[in-house]
């Protein structure tokens, strides 16, 4: 049986629930790409197999392998289902005495890490920060990624430090 390869993002079935996804199927070409639940376009449903299950979480896209089921307009079921990883760049942005950034780019997503304007925590405090990027699951290279970023951003900190603000001690770097 052929498997069918696509992105997927599952949610749970108000009906069921179950992990569920849609796909829709260009008429023209036959591509299959994942959409929305509520998308226009005529969509057939994908159900995830009880062996990944315990694996899925709403909202990660993920690389999805499907066979038809019987009825073949039924829809597709969802055998094997792995997290879309991004690679993520990171950029930082200095204007003295009035911007300090880091971005951490990755996909169609952006974390801002912004020691100076930042109004929560994990926006402002790096550990904080770091503690979220490291639950990311949609980041390829998550390690270096992370160790990228503390070289970032413990350098933005310091400059933020020599330019006459104030970083808490729990923010320094430690000497290792």
Sequence with gaps: MNRIKTKLKFKKSDQTGNWVGFVSINKVN???????????????????????IPYIEGGILYDVEMIPMKDKNAGYIVVQADPHAFKATIETFVVKNAVYEVHVKFGNKKLVFNPMDGQRDSVRDINCFIKVLEQR????DLLTVVDDF????????KQFERDGYYVPVSQK????
């Design 30 to 52: 036959g591509m299959i790409r994942g959409v929305h639940e509520d998308d226009p376009a005529p969509k057939k449903v994908c159900v995830v197999t009880r062996d990944i």
């Design 137 to 140: 699951k949609d980041i390829k």
């Design 150 to 157: 503390k070289n970032t951003g413990y350098a933005l900190l």
């Design 173 to 176: 770097r430690k000497a290792s």
